[in-house]
């Protein structure tokens, strides 16, 4: 049986409902001096438009910050910006403030050898905090001199990234973290009190570091701006070259990781300290398939529109498939993050993106399936998504599609009918790209076809209203997502007389 | 009952098949100082990619080249070039090359004060012959001195337009005409032999014209270099403002009027004089909506399909909607002769040169409601249509869809197929700007949902051939015209082991 | 002798010293189609930045928004604004409002057949004034839907141009021009009393007008929002084919008319009532070759440094050569008004307004051929001049060059000294044109090679400042204009060991 | 006493003299994915136009073509083109082919640890010489299955990079070196035997290396298609930190060095075999300020205009300052090899190629300090040079500037002179940035008066032939690079009559 789902006239609910757009990552900056990054960043801030982005390796090497050098005996240092004002001077061009992580460490400044990821990040402490806090305040200071304390004063400084995790900090070693912490905030607070500093940027395993942090922070009277934190649902990693497969937990997992937060801040001595999901996704794998899917797209659509309830920001790990991590991608499709592959071909969570960009002004209406509003210049949008399993599917439990009619609430005029669909067949460019045998270096030829065939599909209609209402009857197939805008018509047909549309096209001798 | 069209391995058929890419019709040349006609010119090149370029208006005083002032009492003259230079650079700079078309008469120079248009072409002979050959001389010359010898060489000299008509040619006066014709070829000729010079661009209704033409050009030892006409199909206009209804006759009756020019050539001195068509459309009328819909493309598949077995060139009139013959359009979609609207919205005629683009290489087969094509690369591609004049619709008589099955060679590797469509439904701006209630200026948002809301619709599927074919059932809706694309496809999936969709997805606690 | 002009360390001035950028004046807008034209303005722009932007011709029949039609027998309009949007869309997006000026006359609601220019604007009154009411509302109504009220709000509406020369306004009718006023104000304030509306746009030699006009306004109620006027400071025009030369009357009689508004205003009812010269040059006339010249920037920079103490706006007339007036130039250079050339060739007037933008911040000084400000980041910048009539300088009368001392306050650092400069050699594209053998249609490299040879001359030096001050000897040669500005250093230069330029290019084997 | 040089009317030089433009290097060739990089090889090329590049890394692994895994026990290898499709793409896109230099070693493939340069390009042999001969295959195959077997054709493949220093390969081992060179060779030219392939690629200081490579070829039977050197002309460096001083031999010396290799050649049983110098520089050191100045420019001169009498190409190191052999350079100006800085800020040298770039045609007499040519327009054109060494100037011995009087053959029109100039004061973009306190990381205001303030000066003049000749007397101060252009004129100034300039700016009252 078919419910329908009657929309109502104005929103009762009174969250903001955009904080999906709060924040995004990226790979490690340096990948910001690349062209296909930067062209694919000013793609998604064109049609999407985030406000933050946030990213590893502002002090690793590669960026080259810190550099010392011997002179007759000693060791100089000198702070190296060449790089950090290429790559924030392009953030900010798109419209984007960097949110800063602090990490990792100069290997000139580490105290041991121990990195992370093939770009080798050092995720060792430093052998000597006089000389961090002396690189904090040299990195802090250029900033605040190359773009003016006003505008750094809102960027965000997260102290260090998943430090509960060995693989990210020496040993996991959570009293040497809190140190960390309490030496780098205070070179940033010793510059201007106003900024904003915050961790302990966990993922999750051992949430209990927040309530350790928090409790640090008030015993040891250390200065905390906000609360951070990682989620991804997704379980261990298969092992096969170049692809994983994972199980993933149902998108509710996420939006309970996000509240953890709060929850953790509320029994705190901070309980309305602002809470910032600095990473999340489905899998935490960047060669796991899924991320391709419309799989992904439809089971994220309820996270991105509830996420907000819970927390300040939860940020997309990662707009684009720049990206490095577990080396160099060895073929256009192979389950990174990205939103967009390299070279711009959007996949389907690209466009939940680009969708919920649509959703703006008014929430009217919101459940598992459906997030509706009534936007500035009078029109309706609505989203509605239908995720399942693979193995819902294949077990016969999940149905290949849904169907949903909805009562929506949009004046008196006749209004035009917009709707745009992905789902597993169209608007779909993991589809083409295996229709077209999965090419994994794809000639230019063939990255036209994959980007033309695999725009969301559109029709259009005019709907007449009753009462003020129009219904839709909307049917969804499997992992589909579709955003439909109605907006009110002004007809401009003619005044002047005798058009007459069944005449244009007549036959004659 | 479904036939079969069975597709040969190799072309049988020798002749050219792009002959319809040869030329393309333009407003004035005074509007190619525009930046919207620029534009427009510029998408229209970069996805069709005509070869020449042919409009009204090269003397006309809007482009100014003639100019006579009066000093101690004499009158003098000076050419300014000052407008033809920025607007054949700027074809030129766009792979377009003039087809010349000379005419009309400055005011200066003209005998009379009789015009046609709302912009005013003054259609009468020269007051002084003399001073018109020198007037001529400057030109060419310029155009020899800026582009040089060999380039302007390439330029066909069309003289006049339309000199049957009285609205064209004042009385049209066939001896004046050819007076006309004698004078300029000679002042063309005298530069450099070399150069193609032709006429007489007559309208239908006075076809001996050609005789008469070519007769005198022989009997007076005048050169030509080729033969010119137009061709539209349509009755008589009706007679409301702002729009006007025609009858149209079937394809059939322009490919007559086409082959009209080599069988008069045939017939007289110069039995195989090149043919240009130069200008052709359904209705001749700018404001006739006609031009505006799907069933525009569909009726006009069989020209462009067999027009290049009749004539060297058939230019269709006109590329876009920058044309003021009857004065400023007064809405988006006013009927206008164009592939294009103002502001670069694409008509359904548009998709259908633009899908012609795509039918290169050998020609495989051809008929009525089909072209097929190998292009280069080894991929098969077809062109379908289904045209329907709107009263056999409304009367019962034509079916609203049409069904074909197609028997393709592709070879022995599975086909990424790929189908492209414009109809009444999709592709189709027309019927989206009538949906949005034909706003007459619309908002840059609406241009920009028009835009998108009608591109021609795409689907992709593969298909693994038996025997070397794929047989394929296209079912085209009224006035669809449907391109579809079939590539070999390699295989790339992995080498390495345990790749399957099949685990992408799974749930997970 | 020279004498040093010691510069103030603060500025006592309190005027805003940029009402030079206010306003800028086009060529009949219908031009504003044009790409060359829309190059040029977006050029203007980026480099200078002006505010609004008056031309006339905004109900010409080549905009084309009135439209009559007749339908059985009665005559009906149709209001047009498919070429206006495109128009005022261009100039919103290059950051340029509307000053509108309302004429001329629609020829079919024109009461005769007067015209003004080549392009034939219609300068009689308007056959119905109910029907002129309903255009008025109509246009300004359309205005207010597309653009919205609080925008439109902003755009100051002036009727008629040049009302007291008959060549504008049919005989010169002073008492038809007031009920044009009248009944334009009306249904203009009819939609929102909020619009500024004004008047009466005379030229020179009528200054009565003023008073009559504004106590016309004050006896019959009748509103107005400013009082605006034009200013040239030619004589009579000599008469040679394709150019004019007038004798051209000192800088300070274009400064005494601009502030004969202020005088006649507060003479009357209206004390404090805004005033706008809102057309100003050197000559009234399109083809006067004294537009081409660093004479023409040299003698109008005190103009652009002191206008803004006498009146609200000026507005040059005009910013670049798309301009047709007196019909299509016939040359590159050809004493059109414009800033720019065709193909965007800078002027020597094009750099006095382009130095003038960088003459931002705090007024320390100005006297009859300087202008000082100390900018916002810490700055000074100053502009010079030296302008010398050609006869004086033939007769021995002016100096050839002129040099002074200036006393600068720049605080206790170094400064870098960044010197640029236009005169009769350097910076002067006219010169090179000149040179170059005065080609009439230049050849795209001829054009690169203007352009690249008329950039101002530039010169760097470093200076130390003594008691907080630097003083500069600066010479200018005839007809010389120079930007000089001087920022102070922070020197950045290496910490690190060792540094010696000296030892960089040193011989060895 | 100052000598006049006699240019003849036509030259008697038969050489090609446009060899500096064969090829021109960079950095490593990840690089060419950073947009920095792709917008200064873009500028270079829209302005000089190189038609080859060469650098290192292509099988460095941050490239990452060879990749092996694990997979049952076993190591199997996947070759991944991401990347290197992106970079050779970019290249083919800027009308530049790649100058393969085949090298360093893959990690996983090589037989040892030892690294060069901060980016630690393995410089080991193959641990696997089929592994290797797998790779090469691998490589050539996808580069002619990408781009077609005809365009490769035409890419050079050099096998390594200066195998005779201990830096680059392991202990410098010859016989390991023709062993890598055999085995490479084999497997490139068993894909087409039409591939040219060559080596040593040696920097200078063994050039006995050359005799024993084509010996070993000629008489173990292996293929050489080209001899390849490298040619620099500094002495030892010396040390302080972040910056090198080295004495630099008289330009003769490096070509001498060039014609090295066709003596070589010329001895050996190859003696046609052409000579690319695949690097040549003043200084071999990235942290040399002698890069960035207008010694090197006025140094190179003589090379860039005699070079290609004794070689095939000599490719400048590099085309800009996107390189990181000595970490990231941490000052804008730092002495890199680049023509061009980080964001695209033109050097003295970069200014000697652009010059050189306009000495198309026939050469018409070259000397020590001037190459004239003759160009197919008609025009003339002349460089002249005056470099000097710092420690010549200090001690007296160089005078400060040179006269030079040359009598040009450029017919019986008028001339159009244009000169551009380059020297320590003008066009310097090091002087600019050194008088601006040397800011090492430049805000982009500074970026901007760099850029504006470093234009080569420009001035023009008209000048009239005696007896077909113009005499030039040029002054070229120290270290000057002067361009000087000479173009007949065609007069264009008005037949109509009464122009009179001197009436332009007459004064009135």
């Known amino acids: ?98 949110f800063v992580e602090i990490g990792f460490m100069p290997e000139a400044l580490a105290s041991s050898t121990e990195t992370v990821f093939w770009w080798k990040g050092n995720v060792t402490p430093p ?8 690189l904090i305040h040299a990195v802090v200071t250029h900033f605040v001199e190359r773009y003016g304390l006003q505008e750094v004063l809102t960027w965000p400084f997260e102290i260090w ?22 030496e780098t905030v205070g070179a940033i607070k010793a510059i201007d009190p106003g900024f904003q500093v915050g961790g302990p940027a966990i993922c999750g395993g051992s949430d209990h570091w927040m309530a350790d942090f928090l409790r640090f922070c008030d015993e040891e009277s250390v200065p905390v701006d906000f609360l951070s934190r990682h989620a991804y649902s997704s379980g261990p ?26 929850e953790y801040a509320g029994r705190s001595a901070y309980p309305n300290l602002p809470v910032h999901i600095t990473e999340f996704n489905s899998s935490y794998t960047s060669i796991n398939p899924v991320h391709d899917t419309a799989f992904n797209a439809a089971y994220l659509a309820k996270v991105l529109s509830q996420g907000g309830d819970v927390a300040e920001s939860f940020s997309y790990w990662t707009f684009c498939d720049v990206f490095e991590e577990e080396n160099i991608p060895t073929t256009l499709f192979h389950g990174g993050f990205g939103l967009l592959t390299h070279q711009q071909v959007k996949k389907p969570t690209y466009h939940l993106y680009e969708f919920f960009a649509h959703l703006t002004g008014e929430l009217l209406h919101r459940d598992d399936n459906l997030h509706v509003v009534r936007r500035d210049d009078g029109s309706v949008a609505l989203l509605a998504w239908n995720y399942a ?41 993991w589809t083409v790209w295996q229709q077209l045998g999965r090419p994994r270096f794809p000639t230019r030829e063939q990255i036209a076809v994959i980007k033309e065939c695999s725009a969301p599909a559109v029709s259009t209609a005019v709907r ?31 005044s002047y007389p005798g058009l007459d549309d069944r005449k244009v096209a007549r036959s004659g001798a």
């Open 1 to 98: 049986m078919v419910v329908t789902v009657v929309i109502p006239v104005a929103g009762t609910h009174s969250a903001s409902h955009d904080a999906w757009r709060e924040c995004v990552g990226t790979g490690r900056l340096s990948l910001a001096l690349r062209r296909d990054y930067l062209e694919s960043l000013a793609l998604v801030q064109k049609e999407i438009g985030f406000r933050y982005i946030r990213g590893h390796g502002l002090l690793h090497d590669d960026v080259g910050i810190y550099r010392d050098y011997e002179w007759e005996g000693e060791i100089h240092v000198l702070y190296n910006f060449t790089y950090i004002d290429r790559i924030f001077d392009a953030f900010l061009d798109l419209g984007l403030k960097p």
């Open 127 to 134: 052998k000597d905090y006089g000389r961090w806090r002396d």
């Open 161 to 182: 990234n998943e430090p509960n995790l060995s693989n990210f900090w020496k040993d996991a070693d959570q009293a040497e973290y809190f140190k960390l912490y309490r």
């Open 237 to 262: 990693r298969g092992s096969i070259p170049f692809a994983a497969y994972q199980e993933i937990a149902p998108p509710e997992s996420l939006l309970r990781d996000f509240a953890t937060g709060r």
């Open 389 to 429: 399993y693979d193995d819902e599917v294949h077990d016969g439990g999940a149905p290949a599609s849904r169907t949903v009619t909805v009562s929506l609430p949009v004046g008196d005029a006749n209004v035009f009918v917009k709707r745009r669909t992905v789902n597993e067949q169209v608007g779909n460019s």
């Open 464 to 494: 007449e209203p009753t009462g003020g209402r129009v219904e839709l009857e909307l049917t969804l197939s499997r992992n589909e997502i579709t955003l439909v805008e109605l907006t009110p018509i002004r007809d401009e047909s003619p």
